[in-house]
């Protein structure tokens, strides 16, 4: 084929396929069967190799997945990516009308509405009618480019008809059918469902290969037309279907009468099944009830029908004029809402009360709950947020309660059911806790704040703290990244959690004054080199309070990996020797705390995976030691590093099971004196060589 054929071929086939597309991926229409579109896309493919400089980024070849990508490029929203606050009852929806129409000084006469999706906010960026850049949420100012991962996504078109720069919102969701066959598959895998489709959604777009987010079933639903401008949200919307996007197909313009909410919104019924006489497709129906708030009980009882997962309804003033003069407070606009649907329920025990320090020194409660399913994930925690809410609702340790999801996500204490409670409990002493689990620090609570702070610490003294451990020998030892350096990359605003290590770029170190190429290039080889550490080394870098190189070997060897940890209950922490009261609490606050949660997700999806090695059958397990004094051939954490290497474990103190005290220069009195008393044996450093190479 000559190349002027080649290229009318080309644009025929890209025509024709990206015509499926849409129709297959937006419409849920079928032109054709899915074996001819295949045939088509690889005739296409033999077509474009042969005639490589015919390939365009828009063609449906260039879809497929490029190299895995070192780290997310943050980029700046031109217009802020907004929350919307949320509202639970009518007449909350009246009293937000009424404050805008005495702020406006006439009144409100149309809303739009629409679907609240749970996924993964993003948005799309086109020139010249080609995609060129996708960008999340992010703090809503700043976000990341997932532009390689959102290519993949089937129902997004990598050109659209307008040539003049657009910006198109939307939410990347997993539809539920397609969750439920993925989880099935990973079940005859033999591996760990996933959560929910929401956080899968958002896991799989910040992976930095984008091979992974080809290989799941990714929907993007759009919802705001930012560029080019349109006079009401409706007309935007119009706008989204012709430009090739999906939206939620139920938006819906409400005109407000004297009588309350009227108006014609499209029917949740769906189409009739019943053809019309003049064989055109029938339109949806009109509810029974024009009333806004029917329409939303309408949604709420049909939402489960829906292929997405949704947790409420969207409620706009449709001028974006109007909505726009209205202004912004703080992160919500004044002119939007979000109804937010009766969470779902159950009932379940607290078993204990923790309390986690945040990595801005925040101190969190948070209720150890019995193990409950609600929305389709299992809820071991949920957070009380300070003493000011433990205090009303009067929740203690031993009472049952009901747990809810706000927003299907986040697990809340709606209220404890004191007809239960146990008799001789007492009010939960705040600061007693306080006290009681972190004895060695002092806490204030500020003017005027609901919050207890660790005193005297900045959150960024905390953060340079976190990491120097992370990095240290007992630790992931590190090498390049002490106290000064730790310092340089935070104070540079580089490094805001240890995740952040694992984006670091050379260039990004380079620049700062304490490095040059070759120093910036040792230290990000140092930090990517230990994405593979053993398992109890990861978990002593963590920093888990109470958790020292012998604890983290102890729960590493029960639990064998990090996610089986996440998820222990108090009764199988404390049937582990060594691990009481204040340590299993201490864990159990770690895993409750979200920041550490979310923290722990992204080192997973940068790549950070420890490893359990098996110590039953090393030379030394079943063996304890204990070091005093100083060595020469090595430090005294190296030595312990090793007799752990070999199975052994190492403790502080000399009791009858140890199996021998091994001394260096000028070793402790206390601890020589105790074990001749007991008839613990005691070696010197040789000997500890012979044993370590033996």
């Not at 984006?503 to 930090?527: G, M």
Request: glycine content about 6%; overall charge neutral; charged content about 25%.
């Amino acid at each position: 084929m000559k190349k002027t054929e080649a290229k009318e071929r080309i644009a025929k086939l890209r025509e024709l396929i990206n015509d499926y597309r849409y129709h297959y991926h937006v419409l849920d229409e079928s032109i054709m069967t899915e074996a001819a579109a295949d045939s088509l896309k690889h005739e296409l493919a033999l077509l474009e190799a042969e005639f490589p400089e015919l390939i365009t980024p828009d063609s449906p070849t260039q879809r497929v997945a490029g190299k895995p990508l070192d780290k997310f490029e943050k980029v700046k929203h031109k217009e802020r990516m907004i929350s919307l606050a949320d509202v639970f009852s009518e007449d909350e929806i009246k009293d937000w009308l009424a404050r805008n129409e005495k702020l406006l000084g006439h009144k409100v006469t149309e809303l739009f509405t629409d679907i609240k999706m749970d996924g993964l906010a993003c948005s799309l960026h086109y020139q010249n009618g080609l995609l060129t850049r996708a960008v999340t949420r992010g703090d809503g100012l700043v976000g990341e480019d997932v532009t390689m991962n959102v290519r993949t996504i089937e129902n997004i078109p990598l050109r659209i008809s307008e040539t003049s720069p657009v910006e198109v919102r939307g939410e990347i969701v997993i539809f539920k059918k397609d969750f439920a066959e993925l989880n099935e598959k990973q079940i005859k895998k033999g591996e760990k469902p996933f959560a929910n489709p929401r956080n899968l959604a958002a896991g799989t777009i910040r992976q930095l290969d984008p091979s992974i987010a080809a290989s799941r079933p990714l929907k993007f639903i759009a919802y705001d037309l930012v560029t080019p401008d349109s006079p009401t949200h409706s007309t935007a919307y119009e706008m989204l279907r012709q430009l090739g996007f999906r939206t939620s197909g139920e938006d819906m313009m409400w005109r407000l009468g004297r009588s309350g909410f009227c108006g014609h919104p499209q029917s949740l019924r769906g189409r009739s099944d019943e053809p019309r006489e003049d064989g055109r497709e029938e339109r949806p129906q009109k509810p029974s009830s024009s009333s806004l708030f029917q329409y939303i009980k309408d949604l709420d009882a049909y939402r489960q029908s829906l292929p997405w997962n949704t947790d409420g309804m969207v409620i706009k003033i449709n001028d974006r004029q109007i909505y726009k003069s209205l202004g912004i407070v703080g992160k919500t606009p004044r002119g939007a809402v979000a109804f937010k649907f009766p969470a779902e329920e159950s009932t379940t025990k607290v078993r204990d009360i923790v309390i986690s320090i945040g990595r801005t020194g925040a101190a969190t409660p948070v209720a150890i709950l019995d193990p409950v399913n609600i929305a389709g994930s299992t809820v071991r925690h949920a957070s009380l947020h300070n003493a000011d809410e433990i205090a009303r609702l009067d929740v203690r340790i031993g009472d049952t309660v009901i747990i809810y999801k706000a927003g299907d996500i986040i697990p809340q204490i709606k209220e404890v059911l004191t007809t239960l409670r146990p008799n001789h409990t007492e009010p939960f002493d705040y600061q007693q806790a306080l006290k009681s689990q972190y004895p060695e620090l002092q806490f204030e609570r500020p003017a005027g704040e609901a919050v207890y702070r660790v005193k005297g610490e900045s959150s960024d003294f905390i953060l340079k703290r976190a990491i120097e451990y992370y990095a240290s020998k007992p630790a992931l030892n590190i090498e390049g990244l002490g106290s000064k350096n730790v310092t340089a990359l935070v104070d540079a605003g580089l490094v805001s959690s240890v995740a952040d290590l694992y984006k670091l770029t050379v260039n990004e170190v380079a620049k700062l004054d304490r490095f040059a190429d070759l120093s910036a290039r040792n230290l990000v080889t140092a930090i990517n080199d230990s994405k593979t550490p053993p398992l109890n080394k990861f978990i002593t870098a963590l920093g888990i309070r109470h958790v020292g190189a012998q604890t983290a070997t102890a729960l590493a060897n029960h639990f064998q990996s990090i996610d089986n940890l996440a998820e222990a209950t108090k009764d199988q922490l404390l049937n582990i020797p060594d691990i009481g009261e204040v340590v299993a609490e201490s864990i159990l606050a770690y895993f409750a705390d979200e920041d550490n949660l979310q923290i722990l997700q992204e080192l997973k999806n940068l790549g950070m995976k420890p490893h359990y090695q098996d110590t039953s059958t090393l030379p030394l397990t079943g063996q304890s030691y204990i070091i005093t004094g100083t060595l020469t051939s090595m430090d005294r954490e190296s030595a312990e590093d090793a007799l752990r290497a070999l199975g052994a474990t190492v403790t502080s103190s000399v009791t009858k099971t140890t199996t021998a005290l091994i001394t260096g220069d000028k070793p402790g009195k206390g601890k020589t004196d105790k074990a001749a008393k007991l008839g613990i044996p005691t070696i010197d450093e040789t000997a500890l060589l012979k044993l370590l190479n033996k």
